[in-house]
């Protein structure tokens, strides 16, 4: 069993940041505090932050990989290791990718959610991140409802969303920049384009009841829910009714009060922040947030690892203790506002380093647990 230690770093601690040791062994943490000489590998975090990696619940970042320009495709396998790397050296140690399988063809089609889905699954023991299948299901995208209530009872998705941009798409119509960049990932005519969406939204009135039989499949598989840009508190409610508990981007202050437990981040209303489109955004965020006087660091932290962990089940991340899995990211915070990944350990390997001196074979100086400033 490979057994490492992080020694001499700035290490949070529940709400509090310590300077403390942290031993690795195999997968998980096995102790915090520890202090006592070893000659197994160490990792001197003198003068860095030590934090739990980042659970990142939605990004789709994955998709510029996949097709940098409209028509450009470029192969799966390629694109998602080239998002490995992006999310990891950005400290997302657990990756969602949120893959739309809309009624649209083309980058959000079924044929690339199926690929995508079986290139996840082949590709995860190659990964550096925790990668797993977020899929968010057009409310309009009837005719995959039996082959997802198939994907829900194999246990292949791992987040569940209900996204419904029938409206918007019918509004960009008229406005040339949108509806140029919607009609360009379809690959269809402008003609065509709007052939394909007067026949969906024809079948508007069977869209409830599909939503309710996937909810149904979504509970029976025990896989969390999430509904994406409530607009109002009684849409909120309605999904909360049927087991949806995350409300992913609500539109409005009023919806976000429905949706959240607590007093948008400032007034209580954001329990976990997601990269969407952008990976560094995460650990920017609660950098900014601290220096801002938001938050103080620690807690803007939760927001992006033991909140998002909690949200979608995983227990067994997002903090560092003892028994937890070794998700840790090592942070030199000098420059204000612009953190930097120095390290970054994913279930115990360590995936990325940028300065490789800090790598010692011999413990440093015995330290003992002590509040740092």
């Not at 560092?320 to 840790?328: F, N, V």
Request: hydrophobic share 45%; aromatic share 6%.
């Amino acid at each position: 069993m490979t057994e490492l230690f992080i020694e001499g770093g700035r290490a949070l601690l529940g709400h509090e940041i310590h300077e403390t040791t942290l031993r690795i062994a195999g997968r998980e943490i096995v102790a915090v505090g520890t202090d006592n000489s070893h000659s197994s590998p160490g990792f001197d975090a003198g003068g860095l932050l030590v934090l739990p990696g980042i659970v990142d619940l939605h990004g789709d970042a994955f998709e510029r990989q996949m097709m940098p320009r409209p028509g450009v495709d470029f192969p799966i396998d390629v694109a998602l290791i080239d998002s490995d790397r992006q999310a990891v050296n950005n400290g997302i140690t657990t990756v969602y990718h949120a893959t739309t399988w809309s009624w649209e063809p083309g980058l959000r089609s079924a044929d690339n959610a199926r690929k995508l889905l079986e290139a996840i699954e082949q590709m995860r023991p190659q990964l550096a991140a925790d990668t797993r299948f977020h899929l968010r299901q057009e409310a309009y995208n009837l005719d995959a409802e039996s082959e997802i209530i198939d994907w829900l009872g194999q246990g292949r998705v791992d987040l569940f969303a209900f996204n419904d941009h029938m409206d918007s798409t019918v509004a960009s119509l008229a406005k040339p920049l949108k509806r140029s960049r919607m009609v360009e990932r379809t690959g269809l005519t402008n003609e065509a384009f709007d052939r394909l969406v007067e026949s969906v939204v024809c079948r508007g009135q069977d869209v409830p009841a599909s939503i309710s039989r996937l909810a149904q499949a979504a509970r029976a598989a025990n896989v969390r829910m999430l509904s994406h840009d409530d607009a109002s508190p009684a849409m909120r409610q309605a999904f909360r009714a049927q087991g949806v508990a995350i409300a992913e981007f609500p539109v409005n202050e009023e919806t976000a009060r429905e949706a959240a437990a607590a007093d948008m981040i400032a007034k209580g209303l954001c329990s976990v922040l997601a990269s969407d489109y952008y990976y560094p955004a995460p650990l920017l965020a609660a950098f900014r947030l601290a220096a801002d006087g938001v938050l103080p660091l620690a807690a803007a932290w939760q927001l992006i690892s033991s909140s998002p962990a909690r949200a979608a089940g995983l227990a067994d991340r997002g903090m560092l203790a003892a028994g937890q899995r070794a998700d840790i990211i090592l942070v030199d915070d000098t420059v204000p506002l612009r953190p930097r990944v120095v390290a970054v350990i994913a279930a115990g390997r360590l995936v990325h380093m940028t300065e490789a001196n800090r790598l010692v074979r011999s413990s440093v100086a015995p330290r003992k647990a002590v509040a740092a400033a």
